[in-house]
């Protein structure tokens, strides 16, 4: 019996300490699960409230052409470059943005030498629109403007719903650049003709003819925001002053893409003679019949108020012929002077 009760005890001892060491279990193991879970509970909310928030507008910000995920914010963010040879995703937009512009100016323009102090002198070459010899069309032409009297003829020309082409020079006071500005919003179109229109300065050189076209085409660009794709040469392609240089200057012109115009009709209103507004208006009809394209000469300067007054009668006149009014533009097939061998 004594035994008994002595095993008794032992077992009861032992059953004891086994509940006390599976509470303890329990227990530890509760205690971990609930730190575990605090924890990352907590890392959760800090890494919430570091968080940047992304703008809502943010999508209209971003580069044209960046895509990926890499120029949006992001949760990890990668290391910074370890070297300045790798580049920062500010600096890769900028970089791409550079290209970009590259590209497009070699798509729009004839490729030019690096060091071309004219290199930006070029426009996009296009292919000239085929003709209905049967169609009458009439293009109305004015040198040597912007002047006094450009606003006027643009209202003359709206009145009737005209379109016409102006081969400008340089002037650059605050009325000439308005009147450059209002040409080219109510659709004409502007070429360059010279900047100085100094013909000894122009035609002494290849590059001096570019010089003072780069000017007035910069000028034209600058005003307006649109960039001239046609010109008109000081005295015509051919004149007493150029025929050193004008084989060069026409090669060279045509490979920046420009398209020259001369005329096949003329008003006369640069002869000297001081003409009256029927005359001119005279000249004009007189010079279009037998073409059913007839590329007119006319002026804009100050001086040239006689051929503004004539252009309400031209233009009823040569309407009531058939003939149609358009502005030149560079798909038009120009008429050019046989220039000497």
Known sequence: MIFMKEDLAVNLKQQK???LRRIAVVVLALTLFLGSAYYTGAALASRAFRQPVQPASSSSHQPAGLGNSSSMPQENPPAPPQNSSQASPSSQSTAQ?????ETTASETCPPQEQTDPFADICTPETDFQELDPQDKVAYLTFDDGPSELTLPLLDILDQYGV????????RTDDASKKAMRETVRRGHTLGVHSYTHDYKQIYASKDAFLEDFS???????????????IYRFAGGSVNSFN???IGSIVQEMKNRGFVYYDWNVSSGDASGKNYSSEQIASNILKGCQGHNRA??????S???????????????????????????????LPIKFKLPE
Do not use: W
């Open 302 to 332: 100050k001086p040239k108020r006689a051929t503004l007054e004539a252009m309400p009668t031209v233009i009823e006149e040569l309407k009531a012929q058939g003939y149609r009014f358009a502005a030149l533009d560079e798909t038009v």
């Open 163 to 170: 379109k016409a082409t102006f081969f400008d020079i340089g």
């Open 17 to 19: 300490k086994y509940r």
């Open 97 to 101: 943005s550079s290209s970009e512009s």
């Open 243 to 245: 025929h050193p240089v």
């Open 295 to 300: 590329i007119i000469l006319c002026h804009n």
């Open 215 to 229: 000017k007035e085409f910069r000028l034209i660009r600058d005003t307006t925001g649109v960039s001239p794709s």
